[in-house]
């Protein structure tokens, strides 16, 4: 076991355990010798210069010197809650995840994030919001990392970089800090029609959230449930807010971020500390594990794509509560680190190429970002289930590892930390065939679509929400300074809609654009789109 453990925040949901910081009523040395005098450095004579010997100073001025980490690649501004997720049960029959039995309880920690600006921008910025959820279950972690988009940009995990490198402030000046109307970004959409999708709903009020309380979230991918029996389904994640989803228009979020810039930060936390706890049910759209991965014509692998609620509906699983303020930003919101890889028996991942990337890139990106490798022994990322994971040594190692062999077999430890006791469940690597095929960088011809998914969005849109879709787009793309990109992507908008394209083109004084032409894959939404059906098991 390891050190003694208390509950910084006293929480009863979950807050990190951890050995207290700071002790005693004296202020201490990093050693825990007392000192006296902290306010003034050991000089020689009141007016002489400063001491090498004063360590003290040393230490106090070397470790503030040191304070900083970097901050997240991506996803570097946010705020965080912790919460307890109670199980309706209704997900048993699908999944052998104990976090979905009935009124099973688990502790989370979830934080919500923008994903350009850097740590100090403003909250109210046009972009997609990070909602990242960490359940400490009792057969381990499960983090569900997701955003309040139902889709991403790209299709493949080896365009991030370059979606990324787009998006973020452009080199020469670091301007913007946070918003997308710049040309390196519109030249990145404007050469790639998988980026509409994503890009029409940034350029919705779903751009503009009023409150992090008042957004969706949604896994994005498609993930498979193993239920108890083995048998198997595909689900898309889920979460509803209780308080229904809320934006503000653009001329709102320009006076909001100017007049407070931590307005969505500051209304999680008041919200909270008020007793208002935010609340949203996790749901799962469920679909047969096909041969082909796909759902009435729509490919599940996909990440620009949907599966309208009307042809799968959201079936409610579970009810997340947010009840508790961090203690302390730095230890909790800072330092906690989601990974798509922390899955737990009866949820796995699929063949996604975006996801498939993402398990390589957070576990990598986090021995950076957290100084090596050992971030899972601090307090907020730490599972609440027992671990054994004969991981040994590495830069900030705080555990004093008992025995002789850490390695197996062995037969001088004592033990198997791998045989597992016939009550436990162990974490299963689905078997599933793979394609013999020849190694290729090629996409499948099913990602070739790219505007029917895009146009269904935006038909599903009411009149006033297509004003500000319009709207923004003319006021982003009229930031952009080269006409070529502007035209190109107006093609792009009168592929998806031919009024879009026209009202974007009049707002920018440009004439009425032709429609990119429509890859050969392109399909009509009514014709996609013709068995309304329901998959959830009986
Ligand atoms: C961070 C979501 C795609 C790399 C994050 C965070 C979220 C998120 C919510 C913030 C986590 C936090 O609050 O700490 C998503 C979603 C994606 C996606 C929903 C697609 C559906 C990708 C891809 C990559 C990637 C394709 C790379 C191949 C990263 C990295 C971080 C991050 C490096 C920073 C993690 C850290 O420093 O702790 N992502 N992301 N993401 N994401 Fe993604």
Redesign the pocket.
Same mark, same amino acid.
């Given at each position: 076991s390891g050190p003694e453990t208390v509950t910084p925040t006293g929480a009863k949901t979950g807050a990190p355990k951890t050995a207290n910081a700071q002790q005693g009523e004296y202020l201490t040395t990093a050693h825990g010798a007392r000192l006296t005098n902290s306010d003034q450095s050991l000089k020689a004579g009141a007016r002489g210069p400063v001491l090498l010997q004063d360590h003290h100073f040393r230490e106090k001025i070397s470790h503030f010197d040191h304070e900083r980490i970097p901050?997240?690649? $991506? %996803?570097a501004r946010?705020a965080?809650a912790h919460g307890v997720f109670r199980g309706y049960g209704t997900a048993s029959k699908i999944s052998q995840a104990g976090v979905f039995a009935k009124d099973k309880e688990t502790p989370v920690f979830v934080?919500?994030?923008t994903?350009l600006g850097s740590r100090g921008s403003g909250d109210l910025a046009r972009d997609?919001?990070?909602?990242?959820t960490k359940f400490y279950t009792d057969e381990g972690n499960w983090d569900l990392?997701?955003?309040n988009m139902p889709?991403?940009f790209?299709q493949d995990?080896?365009?991030?970089?370059d979606v990324?490198h787009a998006g973020k402030p452009q080199p020469d000046r670091e301007i913007p800090q946070a918003q997308s109307a710049h040309d390196t970004f519109w030249d990145f959409v404007s050469l790639h029609t998988e980026a509409q999708h994503h890009t029409l709903w940034n350029m919705s009020d779903r751009g503009i959230p009023r409150s992090f309380r008042m957004m969706e979230g949604?896994? $994005? %991918?498609t993930f498979r449930l193993i239920a108890e029996g083995g048998e198997t389904v595909l689900v898309k994640f889920h979460w509803k807010p209780r308080l229904g989803v809320h934006s503000v228009t653009w001329e709102e979020a320009q006076l909001i971020n100017g007049a407070d810039p931590d307005f969505h930060r500051r209304d999680l936390a008041d919200a909270i500390e008020a007793g208002a706890f935010p609340q949203w049910e996790l749901g799962v759209q469920v679909f047969e594990d096909n041969d082909d991965q796909t759902f009435q014509g729509i490919d599940l692998l996909d990440?620009t794509k949907i599966v309208p609620e009307e042809l799968a509906p959201v079936e409610p699983i579970g009810l997340m509560t947010l009840d508790k303020n961090p203690t302390n930003f730095f230890a909790e919101t800072e330092q906690?680190?989601?990974?798509p890889n922390n899955l737990v028996p009866g949820i796995d991942v699929t063949n996604d190429p975006?996801?498939q990337?993402?398990l390589?890139?957070?576990l990598?990106?986090?021995i950076s970002?957290?100084g090596g490798p050992n971030w899972n022994q601090l307090p907020i990322n730490r599972s609440h289930a027992p671990v054994n994971d004969m991981l040994r040594d590495g830069m900030h190692q705080t555990a004093v590892h008992g025995g002789v062999a850490p390695y197996r077999p062995n037969s001088l430890d004592g033990g198997n930390p791998f045989e597992t006791p016939a009550d436990a469940r162990p974490f299963i690597d689905f078997p599933q065939p793979v394609a013999a095929s020849v190694k290729e960088r090629k996409r499948p011809q099913s990602f070739e679509d790219h505007f029917s998914h895009p146009r269904l969005f935006w038909l599903s849109l009411s009149e006033v929400e297509r004003e500000h879709t319009a709207q923004a787009y003319a006021f982003e793309l009229g930031k952009c300074w080269d006409e070529n990109i502007r035209v190109r992507q107006l093609r792009h908008l009168a592929a998806i809609d031919p009024d879009l394209g026209r009202n974007v083109a009049t707002m920018l004084g440009l004439p009425e654009p032709e429609p990119t032409e429509a890859p050969a894959k392109d399909v009509e939404p009514s014709a996609a789109f013709t068995q309304v059906g329901k998959t959830w098991p009986t």
């Open positions: 901050e997240r690649v $991506v %996803h946010g965080g934080r919500f994030s994903v997609t919001r990070g909602f990242s990392v997701g955003n889709v991403f790209i995990a080896i365009k991030f970089p990324i949604f896994g $994005v %991918h990440p906690i680190a989601f990974n975006l996801l990337g993402r390589f890139s957070y990598d990106t986090q970002r957290l």
